[in-house]
């Protein structure tokens, strides 16, 4: 359980000054990244990615939105190596959840090119994060009403990818939570089935005049959820106007008042079809309003997007389910035809 911290604790981390870049190992250089480092970075990310999650792919577009993003400043929140003739070879970022709503949660990602691991570029990167997530903590101290409050650092990892976790565990992160790749083929699953909409409810597409009713349904739905915090307007229409994601694919599920009650988003990349070996859809985001639960709504709304996805000719959905939801998603996943694949945990370190 997350330790209550008082705003009085900042005074510590107000201490704390702008991180150095790293030294060493031999023949790495360190700097801050800059929007011109985009496709570099993206270079190390898919290089890993073949490696620590062969069935997908960063899309590019992942890492350029957050240059865009009002609270992330990558000049200050992302460090670089670079080889001795300049080429990106890792990168970390520590970006501070923009919410102020109790809770903080600096989230800490990045890559190292498998050609360069077990040279102690990790173990540097991941130093420099947890000290610049300490410097945003302490650079919002201020506006904090008050406490108690809650803080904590989370780095994501793919279960196999030990070198990973035990360097965040060195450092005081500890595994919480794990979440499970599902595929579902319609060769072994079948056509899914029609769900009856209950009487109250109908079914439509995804457009975006209704971008902030299904954002605020997004977290609505997602408040009992491990870790989760408020998707920001900002964050959301990046998301739904990206290059990626399918509104002719996703469904929503409206009220007898016009509100969104559930929704299923969906995206489609066709990069990594060639990873996973046939043309796919991802399921990004699966909910159901609270006052809106226990009516068969996620099971209706899942299955008219898997209904929309078939018709589009992609034979495979993908999603990513918390293996403990509160809501026992990964149970209702499987009676739909989804079975669980490689695992990925995520490490905290509270404050």
Not at 31 to 56: F, K, L, Q, T
Not at 307 to 322: C, Q
Not at 335 to 346: Q, S, T, Y
Request: with cysteine; proline share 7%; glycine share 8%.
């Amino acid at each position: 359980m997350d330790e209550k911290l008082d705003p009085a604790r900042f005074a510590e981390l107000a201490e704390v000054g702008a991180p150095a870049a790293p030294r060493g190992p031999e023949g790495v250089q360190w700097r801050a990244a800059a929007e011109s480092d985009i496709d570099g970075m993206h270079a190390v990310a898919v290089a890993a990615d073949r490696v620590d999650h062969p069935s997908w792919t960063t899309p590019r577009e992942d890492i350029a939105d957050t240059f865009d993003l009002p609270h992330i400043d990558h000049s200050r929140d992302t460090i670089l190596a670079l080889d001795s003739e300049g080429t990106i070879i890792a990168f970390g970022s520590s970006f501070l959840h923009p919410a102020r709503e109790g809770e903080l949660t600096a989230h800490l990602g990045g890559a190292v090119h498998p050609d360069h691991r077990r040279r102690g570029i990790g173990t540097a990167t991941l130093a420099w994060q947890v000290a610049r997530a300490q410097q945003q903590l302490a650079e919002v101290a201020p506006e904090l009403a008050p406490g108690p409050w809650k803080a904590s650092m989370k780095v994501h990892a793919e279960e196999t990818n030990l070198d990973q976790q035990h360097i965040a565990e060195r450092v005081g992160f500890a595994a919480e939570r794990w979440f499970a790749t599902m595929r579902r083929d319609v060769a072994t699953a079948g056509v899914p089935a029609e769900v009856e909409v209950p009487a109250g409810y109908t079914v439509v597409p995804f457009t975006l005049d209704r971008e902030d009713d299904a954002r605020l349904a997004r977290n609505d739905s997602f408040r009992d959820h491990w870790g989760s915090l408020p998707s920001s307007p900002e964050g959301w229409h990046k998301f739904v106007t990206g290059a990626v994601f399918r509104p002719d694919l996703s469904r929503l599920v409206l009220d007898d008042t016009g509100a969104v009650a559930a929704f299923c988003l969906v995206s489609v990349n066709k990069e990594d079809w060639a990873t996973l070996g046939t043309p796919h859809a991802y399921i990004d985001l699966v909910g159901v309003v609270r006052a809106h639960r226990r009516r068969g709504l996620a099971p209706l709304v899942i299955s008219a997007a898997l209904a929309a996805i078939t018709a589009a000719d992609l034979p495979t959905a993908l999603l990513d389910v918390d293996t403990a939801s509160p809501t026992g998603a990964d149970a209702l996943y499987v009676n739909l035809g989804f079975a669980p694949g490689e695992r990925e945990v995520a490490l905290v370190r509270h404050l």
